[in-house]
């Protein structure tokens, strides 16, 4: 099950990419592979990409500065600020890098599997819908990684 959405509503969601997807995994495996800074950085980002973790504070006001680097051969700089944390059912955290964003991440169990809520919340409608030109397609493919990298964790 795969739903993306870009709504226009006068409330945040007009500001919003919103997606999810069922994972044939247990909740605290994926729980992991978010909070498990050696699973993370292994699918974290689009196809191609890789990434090189210089900080990784898994906490509320923790910080986690990376860099993802593009199969094109460019370096993205990232800077994010945990803002909650409640295992095993959701992360929010803060991007501050550009474009700015929230980023809110929930877990819920369904039936044996694991369904996934992916929003990120933008600052502007503007900057929601240019970054949609994108992002739509590259979360697919994070999640397509994320699905990979669930196969290799106990």
Known sequence: MD???????ESTANRELVTSRIFDAPRERVFKAFSDPLHL???WGPTGFTNTFNQFEFRPSG???????G???KSYPNESVFVEITAPERI?????SQPQFDMII?????????LLGWCQRF?????CRRIAT?????????????ALQLEKIP
């Open 3 to 9: 739903e993306n959405r870009v709504v226009s509503d």
């Open 71 to 73: 199969p094109d051969g």
């Open 41 to 43: 950085a292994q699918w």
């Open 134 to 146: 994108f992002a739509i397609d590259a979360n697919e493919q994070n999640l397509d990684r994320l």
């Open 123 to 127: 600052d502007s409608v503007d900057e």
């Open 106 to 114: 929930t877990l819920a169990e369904h039936d044996s599997k694991t």
């Open 63 to 69: 910080a986690w500065r990376f860099v993802m680097h």
């Open 92 to 96: 929010v955290f803060r991007h501050i």
